[in-house]
């Protein structure tokens, strides 16, 4: 494993590199406040699958300084910093993947980047839809969206580093709800955000055309991405190919669930191999098989 940053290319963010020779690459978006660290047994399943993996520390994220200020649209160039940085390195087939806010960023950058191999959201919303504001605590603004970003932009404005732990705005009831077997390491994990930052996440729009094939999984009990959430901005996509993938178990959390881990990247790589990216397999995947283990 080895660490590049991306200085170079406009961003304040870094990759975390597991080479394969001569396989094609996953990049990877961590969820809330999170880094790469925490998303270890996804990555190493996506490795032993076949791909070379690209894992994002953010801005403000991980291994960066967490004192440095950022909005959603640093977080989507960091990814296409990241993509950049690959191609100059040589690596042409790309895929991208991500989890939860990861998610959102990975159908932005598919919206966003005409060259990649394929997009797998792990869970994911469309933010500028009031669907959205069902996922956090302010759900009774659902039907009352301008006036909700009205108040949370003047707030921003005035106090935009005000600190928000992860709790001022989504229940962990919600989203540890389902959970099973999950290996979470909470090293390096941010514990708030700027409050300019969620503003900046909530004020958002995303593209609804995606440039590659798209296949977007979700547990069928997750709690806080609801099955009912995840169909409806999945209607409201379009891509070359679109799948909705239902994973039937472990909750919002489903993507920290080895077992779940290895079925994610199992069915990423048979995807990508018939769009024609290069995997180098390993012996345990090569066998497949379905291995829930919830």
């Not at 801005?59 to 950049?84: I, M």
């Not at 469309?126 to 759900?139: E, G, K």
Request: charge should be positive.
């Amino acid at each position: 494993m080895t660490y590049h940053s991306l200085r170079s290319l406009g961003s304040k963010a870094s990759l975390e590199f597991w080479p394969k020779r001569n396989a094609g690459v996953m990049l990877f978006y961590p969820g809330t406040m999170l880094s790469p660290r925490q998303y270890r047994p996804l990555l190493a399943a996506l490795h032993e699958a076949g791909f070379a993996v690209a894992a994002l520390h953010l801005t403000g994220h991980g291994r960066n300084s967490h004192w440095t200020g950022f909005t959603f649209a640093d977080l989507l160039r960091d990814g296409l910093a990241a993509e950049r940085w690959l191609r100059q390195e040589g690596f042409n087939a790309i895929a991208v993947s991500g989890h939860s806010q990861g998610g959102i960023l990975t159908m932005a950058h598919a919206a966003a980047s005409q060259g990649l191999t394929a997009a797998f959201p792990i869970t994911g919303t469309l933010p500028q839809n009031n669907d959205a504001v069902d996922l956090t605590r302010f759900r009774r603004w659902k039907n009352r969206r301008h006036e909700f970003l009205a108040h949370i932009n003047a707030a921003a404005a005035w106090l935009p580093r005000l600190p928000l732990p992860l709790l001022a705005y989504l229940s962990v009831r919600r989203i540890t709800s389902g959970a099973r077997r999950i290996v979470y390491d909470r090293k390096g994990a941010r514990l708030t955000y700027p409050l300019a930052y969620l503003a900046s996440l909530f004020s958002a729009n995303v593209s609804e055309e995606m440039h590659c094939p798209l296949y977007l999984f979700s547990a069928v009990n997750d709690a806080l991405f609801t099955p009912v959430n995840t169909e409806a901005t999945f209607e409201m996509l379009r891509a070359p190919v679109k799948k909705l993938l239902w994973l039937p178990g472990g909750g919002h959390l489903a993507a920290m669930n080895p077992p779940l881990c290895r079925f994610i990247a199992r069915h990423a790589a048979a995807v990508c191999a018939g769009q024609g990216l290069p995997l180098q397999m390993e012996a345990s995947a090569a066998r497949g098989g379905a291995d829930y283990g919830l």
